[in-house]
């Protein structure tokens, strides 16, 4: 017995850290066909959006395909959200292109950190950091990335070159040299964006066939189903037809992808140092030149993958482990590295499309990452032909639905406090990506320590004064409680002791022991008294271990205005009463 209980005392954390081994023994035909399904659709979007992303992070295309099978691999077996997908996508290519220079190296080595960061996060439980990223930040960045991303590929629907990165001289380059449009190449870009438009639209408004209505009306809905889900692979396949179609005859008004290298990455090391044409880049110097992007990128990969798969999961009535996420991603974003991958996270256009696709389990991700590496293999030669305003178009479909024009308009409703971060992130990543991200946060955690420093504190009138403090007492918030039993106490005629009402108060630090301790020392020098009701049991022990000169507390508020607040010869309910010298205060 012994022998069997020392066996099976390491499986639940053995399943716990394979998630694969809750789901494998109960796998079924039936989950391998919707997996296969999920798995092929998803691939055909990824491919095409892979392509597009190396761009959008300023790397050579074949890059976004290296980045595009190792997550789906490794998160079969660490992910706990079946319908989450790992790979490229546009807000991590952003935050790629602002940190590593359009250097394959930095965005490698990027990688291979953001996954250590990662997975330190996730073995040491600190995925509560995530918690400080407030929702107006997450929002003001999210839209202003829709904004940057979506005017930094107008340039190739309108075939121009030599355009800057930074936004605002990319507007006004863009528009000084409007007159330069290559025709071509907008007449195609724009016709890739109303067919992707219009079949985005269709899939919106497609009724669902029922199992009752006969087979050829069940075929059609799905093969326009499968056209509408398949879009972006539909819309580059054809542009790539478009563009073969002129190439054949002699003639190329589209500007061309361009050769990419056919074959799968070799799987290494990431390079820890850099060649530069006036010496070498020591590790050292890579990382400050990286500087906020290890700690903004890691954090804001794990933000969108946790977002997700806590979406979906609500949405598809299962559980997800944060911390086990954490690993995912980590020991993705790691093993990415050695295939010259750049950093990845959760994409929710392709996690939807899984789920709508009926996926069973994260089986379905070795399908789609099958599918990357068959592309790589035997398809490079074929992605020469596909126009940059057909690639273009693909990210400007998938990156619009991410500007939230209402939620300008529901904070201004709910709480118009929070406009001031959202606003200041918005604008400031027009400048810069980190800065208005990292500006954000400190907005967010300045207005949450101003609510900590100066919480509400309600007052009643009375022969004796009620002070009711809203929320927990910490050291930045013992003045404001100061000032307002002093303000109250001694400004009344005649002045008059203080109840404090502490049923709110679920904690308190030293320094705020310490104020107390000087209030009812200040309090008692003009002869009046401050008694405490209603402690919870953890403040109570704090205050009774500080053994406070005059210190009395009482059960209820009512208990205490029947006393008269600290009246020591009450003949009510005896309250507990500290008479010796505090040893807090100086002599």
């Known amino acids: 017995g012994r022998r069997e209980r020392g066996q099976s005392c390491p499986c639940p954390e053995v399943r716990t850290r394979l998630p694969v081994l809750r789901w494998l023994p109960r796998y079924s035909l039936a989950w391998l066909q919707l997996d296969l399904i999920a798995g092929l659709t998803v691939g055909l979007t990824v491919v095409p959006q892979a392509l597009a992303y190396a761009e959008v992070a300023g790397l050579p295309l074949q890059y976004g395909l290296y980045s595009s099978f190792m997550g789906c691999f490794v998160y079969c077996f660490l992910g706990t959200a079946k319908d989450v997908t790992l790979g490229p996508t546009a807000i991590m290519s952003l935050l790629v292109s602002s940190y590593t220079f359009h250097e394959p190296v930095y965005a490698i080595l990027l990688a291979f950190l953001s996954g250590c960061i990662q997975l330190a996060m996730g073995l040491l439980h600190l995925g509560f950091l995530l918690d400080f990223i407030s929702c107006p930040v997450i929002k003001g960045f999210t839209s202003a990335a829709s904004v940057t991303i979506s005017f930094n590929q107008i340039k190739n629907i309108l075939g121009l070159q030599g355009i800057p990165r930074q936004f605002f001289l990319q507007v006004y380059e863009t528009l000084r040299r409007i007159r330069e449009t290559r025709a071509g190449d907008a007449i195609l870009g724009l016709a890739c964006l109303a067919a ?60 061309l992808t361009g050769s990419i290298p056919r074959g799968l990455p070799a799987f290494r090391l990431p390079r820890f140092s850099m060649a530069a044409p006036n010496g070498t880049i020591p590790f050292r110097s890579m990382v400050e030149d990286m500087g906020v992007g290890l700690a903004v990128v890691p954090l804001m990969g794990l933000l969108e993958t946790v977002a997700i798969a806590k979406a979906f999961a609500s949405q598809n009535n299962y559980r997800i482990d944060p911390n086990q996420e954490l690993l995912a991603m980590g020991f993705a974003n790691i093993l990415g590295s050695f295939v010259s991958s750049y950093p990845i996270t959760g994409s929710f256009g392709r996690t939807a499309v899984n789920a709508q696709s009926g996926v069973c389990t994260p089986a379905g991700g070795l399908v789609t990452g099958t599918l990357v590496l068959l592309s790589l293999a035997y398809l490079t030669s074929l992605f020469y032909y596909i126009p940059k305003a057909a690639l273009a178009a693909v990210i400007i479909s998938a990156v619009v639905p991410l500007f939230d024009a209402g939620i300008f308009r529901t904070l201004w409703r709910v709480k118009r406090l929070d ?70 106490a001694l400004a009344a ?8 009402d502490c049923r709110h108060i679920s904690s308190i630090d030293y320094t705020v022991v310490v104020g107390l301790a000087e209030l009812l020392q200040e309090l008692r020098k003009h002869g009046l008294s401050l008694a405490f009701c209603s402690l919870q049991d953890p403040v109570l022990q704090v205050l009774l271990s500080a053994d406070l000169e005059g210190f009395q507390h009482f059960p209820s508020r009512e208990e205490a205005e029947q006393c008269g607040g600290a009246d020591p010869g009450c003949g009510g309910a005896a309250p507990f009463t500290s008479t010796s010298e505090s040893s807090l205060l100086p002599a």
């Open 196 to 255: 992707l438009a219009g079949l985005q639209a269709m899939k919106s408004r497609l009724p669902r066939a029922a199992c009752v209505e006969p087979l050829a009306a069940r075929v059609s809905y799905l093969i326009v189903w499968t056209c509408a889900t398949a879009r972006n692979a539909l819309v580059v396949l054809f542009a790539g037809l478009v563009a073969y179609s002129f190439q054949v005859m002699g003639s190329q008004p589209l500007t």
């Open 419 to 488: 406009l001031v971060p959202l606003c200041v992130t918005f604008l400031l990543c027009f400048w810069e990506v980190q800065y208005g991200i990292v500006a954000g946060v400190l907005v967010s955690g300045i207005l949450l320590l101003y609510s900590i420093a100066r919480p509400p504190i309600k007052v009643l009138e009375g022969d004796v004064l009620l002070l009711q403090p809203g929320s927990s007492l910490h050291f930045p918030a013992i003045e404001c409680l100061r000032d307002a039993v002093c303000s109250h």
């Open 493 to 500: 005629s005649p002045p008059r002791s203080i109840i404090l």
